[in-house]
């Protein structure tokens, strides 16, 4: 089974994050970034932004619990969550561009 775009497009917009952030993505970059390359700017951006945004929170709850902040810790992860809603719907909208099978999830409510 090949994966969908918008799971190339996730990732190749993970790999970009990563690459901006100055860790090493070796040749995937490249190659995902090529199998992108039809996608809408304006979806891939988006997209991008999410993913940029998530890694960032990431990396501020990895530094709470370093300074034992639980209770900061706790709530930057509810931000996080509520990113997940995000990246699903600019995941969704370049399934829909693609003409593919949204992703499915379902937490709490669901959407």
Do not use: C, Q
Not at 4 to 27: N, P
């Amino acid at each position: 089974m090949k994966m969908e775009l918008w799971e190339i497009a996730d990732k190749a917009s993970i790999l970009k994050v990563k690459k901006e952030k100055g860790l090493k993505v070796d040749g995937h970059y490249e190659r995902y970034m090529r199998e992108v390359k039809d996608v809408p700017k304006e979806l891939f951006d988006r997209l991008h932004s999410v993913n940029l945004a998530m890694f960032d929170i990431e990396e501020a709850i990895s530094r709470t619990f370093e300074l034992r902040e639980y209770e900061m810790a706790g709530y930057l992860y509810y931000v996080l969550r509520g990113m997940t809603h995000l990246r699903t719907e600019a995941k969704h909208a370049v399934a829909k561009w693609a003409g593919e099978l949204p992703e499915v999830k379902r937490y709490g409510s669901g959407y």
